[in-house]
């Protein structure tokens, strides 16, 4: 079965194409499933890079409108990507309940240290914080509101050699994940960005083969997410190298949430 849980939409205001954009190019690329999960907003606040608050609920009544439009030709998901904090564990109820979301993805790019400090893992300062970023990885997880984590080894991005504090978050990461059985999205946007040197050698900024080689050495199940911001990446090159790598990896992989 052809499956993409992880899709955005122009209302991100850093993606194109409209909701019924990727429903069409799902049908003509051969998808069986198509999942949105938009950046999600915060009701009391504007991170950046997400749609609006005041956009959540046309968002949420345009995927209604086309799951039931399309219902015979794709099976269509409604469901939103989004950080996880602490102090907005009555939203992600919200979420779920209230908006009746499908699933939500924890594409946990800002983060929040045991210290109470607000980070964002794009501007690690050393790999010290990839520890604390894993660490509220497993807290995520453990609040028990997400259906799989977007990009896992995203701290990889950042231009450090792989240390021993790479060796504990992947480790803290991977524990989290078998616990609470909860799957590990492959993620074919970090293809996207291109090869880069790093100090210890030239690689895609994720996904991180010395991570993956560790997860296939587990039980954890791995989905593959496009995490497409034009409807053309639903299913482009990065997606099949994404393929054909967890096949080379022996990954045990699954191609849908529900
Ligand atoms: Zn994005
Ligand atoms: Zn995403």
Known sequence: ??????????????????????????INRGLDVLG??????????DYGLRMG??????????????????????RIYKGLEIEYHPYYTEYYTTLL?????????????????NSG????????????????????VSEAVAAGFFSF???????????????KNCDKACDLILCAAEKYDIPLEYNANGFRRGIRPYPDGVRYPYPDDRFWKL??????RVIIGSDCHTPEQ????????????????GLKMIDSLF
């Open 117 to 136: 400090f607000f980070r964002n893992i794009f501007f690690a300062e050393s790999t010290n914080d990839y520890v604390d970023y894993a660490y509220a």
């Open 149 to 163: 984590v977007a990009h896992p080894d995203l701290m990889m991005l950042n231009e450090f050699a792989w240390d």
């Open 97 to 113: 309940k209230k908006f009746k979301l499908d699933y939500l993805a924890l594409g946990e790019h800002t983060y929040t240290t």
């Open 215 to 220: 997860v296939s050495g587990s039980k954890i």
């Open 234 to 249: 639903i299913r482009d090159e990065a997606v099949i190298r994404a393929e054909s790598k967890c096949a080379e990896l």
């Open 36 to 45: 949105f999960s938009d950046h999600a907003p915060f009701p009391d606040k």
């Open 1 to 26: 079965m052809k499956t993409n849980f992880h899709t955005h939409t122009y209302r991100c205001l850093h993606a194109t194409g409209t909701e019924k954009d990727y429903v069409e190019e799902a």
């Open 53 to 74: 608050y005041d956009e959540l609920e046309d968002y949420i009544s345009e995927i209604d409108k086309l799951k039931s439009l399309y219902k015979n030709r794709l």
